[in-house]
């Protein structure tokens, strides 16, 4: 589950907490706290805290699916997955949603279909577990789908 602690998703003047599960070799489920924050004209920021580890670190990119890609790399050295749907293999931000939208929504991409407005999924919706992929392998299903669509 995760817990919007702010109402909706605007970032004008203010910062959004979330609450994201994470999941564990061996299956354990933990949980991490993130917070949106706005950041200059060139991109966004995301501070990340895992107090079970007494661990924090702020991250800056183009947008919010970028900074979850390199969460989702730090985690992924650890055998961690987040369990969102940022973090599926075949989920992945067109590049409006990126430039207009922070990256906030992306897609659920079917290979051979062209995505559709009701694919669109919050980035930091829980999703299950088998849906999860690496980094690597997300990157790899858009290129596959990319080409599937001719």
């Known amino acids: 589950m995760i817990l919007d ?22 299956g354990i489920i933990a949980t991490i706290s993130l917070t ?37 790399e730090t985690f992924e050295k650890d055998g961690y997955k987040i369990l969102c749907n940022g973090a599926r293999y075949d989920v992945y931000p067109s590049q409006m949603s990126r430039q207009m939208g922070k990256g906030l929504k992306a897609y659920k991409l079917t290979i051979g279909k062209q995505a559709t407005e009701k694919d669109l999924v919050d980035i930091f919706d829980p999703t299950d577990a088998a849906r999860i992929g690496t980094v690597e392998q997300q990157k790899k ?6 080409k599937s669509l001719g």
């Open 5 to 26: 602690t702010g109402s909706g998703l605007s970032l004008k003047n203010r910062t959004v907490k979330k609450l994201l599960y994470v999941l564990k070799p061996g």
């Open 36 to 72: 949106l924050g706005k950041g200059d004209y060139h991109g966004v920021k995301m501070a990340w805290a895992w107090s079970e580890y007494n661990v924090a670190e702020e991250v800056n990119g183009f947008d919010y699916f970028d900074c979850l890609v390199q969460i989702r």
């Open 141 to 146: 299903y858009y290129d596959d789908w990319i």
